[in-house]
């Protein structure tokens, strides 16, 4: 055995470092601990002292609708995890919208060490994987680091905040192993490098030049370690590793020649394969990108179409759309026979030609291409406006081990195509769109726009399926044993390479067992009010009359308005917003800024009383989101103290109205996350007059069946917008919060719902006279037994399993205006029937009443007061205020994250079956020294050993070097991403070798002796490389399916240039190479740099 090797695995390889000591966890800080206790203390005292530790014992009582938990009514299920999906790493909890304006996250890639995301201003953050277990100082997230956003100038603004420039948001990434490097590209159309001081823990200062004049939408380094770049119009730029390499080298004060360097350098595709009559058809934007190592190739992909090319040569050997046809050329009657990739010869580099001639036929093809490209912006145009098939567009590909490419599209289709582009099959598991595709060794996952994700068998059957998110998976990368998802809210996950299986049993059982280590329960009150209006408005006074209890300790504060303005021109004006998606209005503005204003006299009057008593901080109320439809308004203001925890507000509108299409009756809606649990809003106007008690049930009906949370509500939230359209389609259900089960309308989803308005149900069976006399004794028992809502509510007909507290007060309608007491009953012809119009109903997650709040129950309220505001007499209707207490049940997922790295730490079960699962197998190869002349071929078996498992392989060049005239190697430089001599070929670099058998791979020398330049895409001149010896070292890297970590066997590869006398046996590498047998020494090196540590110091003998 390896020295090296220890004989427990390292746990999801989270520790796969060169660190001697990192098999020892960390201790947890101090802070970490005192709230771990401070969660067991809040539990023990619950569960111990219930009585004098509930909060609920002044609580007014309550009415249950029945009908409840059943249908449509089904109350949310809710768990410590949840129970369809395997135990998860938080890497970073969901952030509330509002927090992340100018800061969302657009992409992740992975290294061997670290996990980098993009940010919308152009900044990156980088997380160390070994340190994902971890607290973290901001956002409840793991340990980051985060450089500088991307000012308008194009250079880091060094205030570290985020908030830069939106022009400069990251694209794409992609990781360079290799050199430590990783590489983003933007939206301004720039590449910029990034390295990470491990010592220092700062962005070293980076690499940036202008790659296209559009953005930057895909980048993939090749098995040769060029970097390949696509952008708008089909563009592919590449630049070659030695390119890339001069830069690097540049001192810190020379890095500013690196701009002009790489911003020439390039070679341009497609201006150069127009001149082979291709042009037309490669005009798609290049969203994706794909190395196939195994075969040196380069996927492309337009919208509908794939163009597939020599990743050595850079020749295009094949153009087909996604229905696997050829696409001929366009302006060219001899079509070539696609079919035969070898015989396809598309030279991109012309026949050598004088320097003066070579200079007027770029300017005409440049002209040439500028023409064309006018037109390609027309075609382009017309397949973003949909006049293509656009739920058959390409969002995502992948590569899998054994050589199949599979593609995802905007209908949810999965395409598997062979290496040479012919279609395989296509299944549709799943009718969302594919955002993001990731594979590793025999899985595949994909991830959709609805938050679901997929695993798969290397055959496309699905292994597990689970709710991710509650928004899109936008992006997948591969790490550390993880494959870590990014939302579109921003929040990252990481799941287990081994899921689904044995081992998300026992890590579900612990950390559910652990669940009171970190649950957290807030109390919070929160104050709802509604009031129709009348089409009045309301003096100061009155207001503050109504909204008196804000000044308590209430944290929240929701109103609901209606008739603020009715009429016909105002239905028809309303209408006419509503279809161009504004709302709003003057009369509504005015009402908004009423309320604003009386709520910041009357905290700013209460704070001062306090301020004279005892020394705190004054408080304000923010209004945070707000929707009108016609008369109806609803908006909702929190407390500035509280504001950190409140966020992702969405707003809804439902017409009950004349054809359900006019709001002069119906219900707008908003929708928040507080405590990461969901509450819903809806202020209703139902269908007037005694005998409409039918249609008022169908109104709710209406409302709560097809509410749809998916507008945003204040503007913050523009910035949330998806990076794919294919995000646009599947359309949220589960915009926030929580996945909304397929059927089940969004309220039924939150956490906790409160219905307000004037609901119009009146009282039966009484006239005029009696109410009057009944009220003025106060006696509203009788009243309320007559009362209509009650009645529909004890027969399950409306508001079902909803609650509403006992009502003490006066019936609400019908009020002369500016008459005071209970003799403003409506004195006018009609003299309308009293009756409790105006309501205030809930539920929240309690399914019996003496649910206590925990995570299954996480939301648990009840009324504290609940009355109308008689003083008031701007309407003909009285205002009414309802205010809950409400305790919220939620997760600390800096403690769960913690939770979760001890078990997998410490558990022993959880230990022996990863040591299991990740054992890997023990293979050979047939000789560790290649000698290669004149085009010469070897081969290079590897058997694998064990009789039970697959191994599955890689082929990597860890460096190359020239051998000095005493005989000697250099140091061996990596190339981009251990990327492979130009002089060398590999086939296949990767592959599967079942159980006892030998996989053989083709070591080639391929005769390449020139070297070009380019300058602006142009070839300029060519010279004679130098003949000297040169070494390659090859590292074949074998691992089992479900561990990253590797054994590595290193196999040294000279290729011979002088026509000195060859060894006679490493001269005939075919025929006795390829049969050689001896064991192969291998070394356990944990991750590249290791490697790259240990090259230093290698030399050939």
């Known amino acids: 055995m390896d020295s090296n090797d220890d004989p427990t695995p390292r746990i999801f390889d989270r520790y796969a470092s060169s660190s001697d000591d990192d098999s020892q966890p960390p201790y947890p800080s101090l802070h970490s601990t005192t709230r771990r206790l401070d969660y067991m203390i809040q539990f023990l005292d619950r569960n111990l002292l219930p009585q004098q530790s509930s909060p609920h014992k002044s609580s007014l009582p309550e009415f249950l609708a029945k009908g409840g938990s059943q249908g449509i009514f089904t109350l949310p299920d809710r768990k410590p995890l949840h129970p369809n999906r395997p135990p998860h790493l938080e890497v970073r909890p969901h952030p509330l919208r509002e927090t992340q304006f100018g800061r969302f996250l657009k992409t992740i890639a992975c290294t061997e060490r670290q996990l980098w995301a993009g940010c919308e201003s152009g900044a990156v953050r980088v997380w160390e994987l070994k340190d994902l277990y971890e607290e973290g100082e901001e956002e409840a997230a793991a340990p980051f680091r985060e450089s500088s956003a991307i000012s308008s100038n194009g250079n880091g603004n060094g205030n570290g905040n985020g908030n830069g420039n939106g022009n400069a948001a990251v694209i794409c990434m992609v990781g360079d192993d290799g050199n430590g490097v990783v590489w983003s590209g933007h939206r301004d159309g720039k590449i910029r490098g990034w390295k990470m001081d491990c010592e220092s823990g700062g962005f070293k200062e980076g690499w940036c030049w202008q790659a296209?004049?559009?953005?930057?939408?895909?980048?993939?380094?090749?098995?040769?370690?060029?970097?390949?770049?696509?952008?708008?119009?089909?563009?592919?730029?590449?630049?070659?590793?030695?390119?890339?390499?001069?830069?690097?080298s540049l001192t810190v004060e020379e890095r500013h020649m690196s701009s002009l360097l790489m911003g020439r350098s390039f070679i341009d595709l497609r201006s150069q394969v127009a001149v082979n009559g291709f042009s037309s058809i490669l005009n798609s934007d290049i969203k994706c990108l794909l190395s196939d190592n195994i075969r040196a190739k380069v996927w492309s992909s337009g919208y509908l179409s794939f163009a597939l090319w020599d990743a050595r040569t850079r020749e295009l050997l094949k153009v087909f759309n996604i229905d696997g046809q050829i696409e001929n050329r366009a302006d060219l009657s001899l079509v070539p026979d696609f079919a035969m990739e070898d015989e396809i010869k598309m030279k991109i580099v012309a026949s050598s030609k004088k320097?003066?001639?070579?200079?007027?036929?770029?300017?005409?093809?440049?002209?040439?291409?500028?023409?064309?490209?006018?037109?390609?912006?027309?075609?382009?145009?017309?397949?973003?406006?949909?006049?293509?098939?656009?739920?058959?567009?390409?969002?995502?590909?992948?590569?899998?081990?054994?050589?199949?490419?599979?593609?995802?599209?905007?209908?949810?289709?999965?395409?598997?195509?062979?290496?040479?582009?012919?279609?395989?099959?296509?299944?549709?598991?799943?009718?969302?769109?594919?955002?993001?595709?990731?594979?590793?060794?025999?899985?595949?996952?994909?991830?959709?726009?609805?938050?679901?994700?997929?695993?798969?068998?290397?055959?496309?059957?699905?292994?597990?399926?689970?709710?991710?998110?509650s928004s899109s998976v936008l992006r997948m990368a591969i790490g550390a044993g993880y494959i870590y998802t990014l939302a579109k809210h921003g929040g990252i996950r990481g799941w287990s390479i081994t899921s689904p299986g044995t081992l998300d049993g026992i890590l579900y059982s612990e950390l559910t067992a652990k669940g009171f280590l970190y649950t957290r329960i807030e109390n919070l009150t929160?104050?709802?009010?509604?009031?129709?209006?009348?089409?009045?408005?309301?003096?100061?006074?009155?207001?503050?009359?109504?909204?008196?209890?804000?000044?308590?300790?209430?944290?929240i504060i929701v109103i609901g308005l209606q008739e603020v303005e009715m009429g016909a021109g105002v239905l028809a004006m309303s209408a006419v917003r509503e279809s161009v998606g504004r709302d709003g209005s003057a009369i509504g503005q005015w009402w908004l800024d009423m309320i604003d204003d009386t709520l910041h006299s009357m905290m700013e009057r209460n704070s001062q009383d306090v301020m004279r008593k005892q020394s705190q901080q004054w408080r304000r109320f923010e209004r945070v989101g707000?929707?009108?439809?016609?008369?109806?308004?609803?908006?909702?203001?929190?407390?500035?103290?509280?504001?950190?925890?409140?966020?992702?507000?969405?707003?809804?509108?439902?017409?009950?109205?004349?054809?359900?299409?006019i709001g002069n009756k119906g219900a707008v809606g908003l929708k928040l996350r507080v405590y990461d649990r969901i509450f819903c809003f809806v202020n209703c106007h139902f269908a007037a007059h005694l005998e409409a008690v039918g249609r008022r049930n169908a109104d709710f009906d209406r409302v709560y069946r097809t509410?749809?949370?998916?507008?945003?509500?204040?503007?913050?939230?523009?910035?949330?917008?998806?990076?794919?359209?294919?995000?646009?389609?599947?359309?949220?259900?589960?915009?926030?919060?929580?996945?909304?089960?397929?059927?089940?309308?969004?309220?039924?989803?939150?956490?906790?719902?409160?219905?307000?308005?004037?609901?119009?149900?009146?009282?039966?069976?009484?006239?005029?006279?009696?109410?009057?006399?009944f009220i003025s004794q106060r006696s509203f028992d009788w009243l309320r037994e007559r009362d209509q809502l009650r009645a529909e509510m004890e027969a399950g007909n409306v508001f079902q399993g909803m609650r509403e507290a006992v009502i003490t007060f006066a019936p609400t309608y019908k009020f002369d205006k500016h008459v005071a007491g209970l003799s403003?009953?409506?004195?006018?012809?009609?003299?309308?029937?009293?009756?409790?119009?105006?309501?205030?109903?809930?539920?929240?997650n309690r399914r019996t009443l003496g649910s206590e709040c925990s995570l299954e129950c996480p939301v648990v309220s009840s009324v504290s007061q609940y009355e109308s505001c008689m003083d008031v007499t701007d309407s003909d209707h009285k205002p009414v205020i309802c205010i809950f207490s409400v305790e919220i049940a939620h997760i600390d997922e800096s403690v769960r994250r913690q939770e979760f790295g001890d078990i997998v730490r410490s558990n022993e079960e959880v230990r022996s079956k990863l040591q299991e699962l990740c054992k890997i197998p023990e293979t050979i190869v047939s000789t560790n020294n290649i000698l290669l002349q004149n085009q010469d071929t070897s081969i290079l078996r590897i058997t694998n050993k064990c009789m039970e498992s697959v191994a599955l392989f890689e082929i990597v060049c860890q460096g190359v070097s020239t051998i000095k005239d005493d005989g000697q190697a250099s140091y061996h430089h990596p190339r981009g991403s251990f990327g492979l001599p130009r002089w060398l070929q590999v086939t296949p670099a990767a592959g599967i070798i079942k159980p006892d058998h030998v996989a053989e791979v083709s070591i080639h020398l391929e005769a390449f002796h020139t070297q070009e330049e380019f300058v602006n895409g142009f070839p300029q001149n060519w010279w004679c490389e130098d003949d000297r010896d040169k070494e390659a070292i090859l590292v074949v890297k074998?691992?089992?399916?479900?561990?990253?970590e590797t054994k590595n066997h290193r196999i040294r590869v000279r290729h011979c240039c002088s026509a000195k006398k060859i060894d006679p046996e490493p001269r005939d590498s075919v025929q006795v190479q390829g049969n050689l047998l001896h064991r192969a020494d291998y070394q356990r090196l944990s991750v590249s740099y290791d490697v790259v540590d240990h090259l230093r110091n290698l030399h050939s003998p």
């Not at 559009?214 to 590449?238: A, H, K, Q």
């Not at 309308?745 to 939150?750: D, I, V």
Request: one cysteine or more; aromatic letters at 10%; a negative charge.
């Open 212 to 248: 296209h004049r559009g953005p930057v939408l895909s980048m993939v380094f090749t098995c040769y370690g060029d970097l390949w770049s696509g952008s708008e119009g089909g563009n592919i730029r590449i630049w070659r590793w030695e390119d890339i390499q001069n830069a690097l």
């Open 355 to 469: 320097e003066k001639t070579q200079s007027s036929f770029g300017f005409l093809q440049q002209s040439r291409n500028a023409i064309m490209g006018a037109a390609d912006a027309v075609r382009r145009v017309a397949a973003k406006g949909g006049f293509l098939d656009d739920s058959r567009r390409i969002e995502a590909l992948t590569i899998t081990i054994d050589g199949m490419i599979w593609v995802g599209c905007a209908n949810g289709l999965l395409i598997q195509w062979d290496g040479n582009g012919n279609r395989i099959q296509d299944i549709q598991p799943h009718s969302s769109a594919v955002l993001c595709l990731c594979s590793f060794g025999s899985k595949i996952w994909v991830g959709y726009a609805s938050g679901i994700v997929h695993a798969l068998d290397l055959d496309g059957n699905k292994l597990g399926e689970w709710v991710a998110h």
């Open 526 to 555: 929160i104050l709802t009010g509604t009031w129709n209006v009348g089409q009045g408005r309301a003096s100061k006074s009155s207001l503050e009359s109504w909204l008196r209890s804000a000044v308590s300790d209430v944290g």
């Open 626 to 661: 707000s929707r009108q439809l016609a008369g109806m308004l609803i908006a909702v203001w929190v407390k500035d103290n509280l504001k950190p925890y409140v966020g992702d507000i969405d707003a809804a509108a439902v017409p009950c109205g004349f054809g359900r299409a």
């Open 707 to 773: 509410m749809s949370f998916s507008r945003s509500s204040n503007p913050f939230n523009a910035g949330a917008a998806g990076a794919s359209s294919a995000v646009q389609m599947a359309r949220g259900a589960n915009a926030m919060g929580t996945q909304s089960v397929e059927g089940m309308p969004e309220l039924s989803e939150a956490d906790m719902v409160v219905f307000l308005g004037d609901f119009n149900y009146r009282l039966d069976d009484v006239s005029y006279d009696e109410a009057r006399d």
């Open 824 to 844: 403003g009953y409506d004195s006018g012809e009609k003299k309308r029937i009293p009756a409790w119009c105006d309501r205030i109903l809930y539920r929240d």
């Open 1038 to 1044: 074998v691992h089992g399916r479900y561990t990253m």
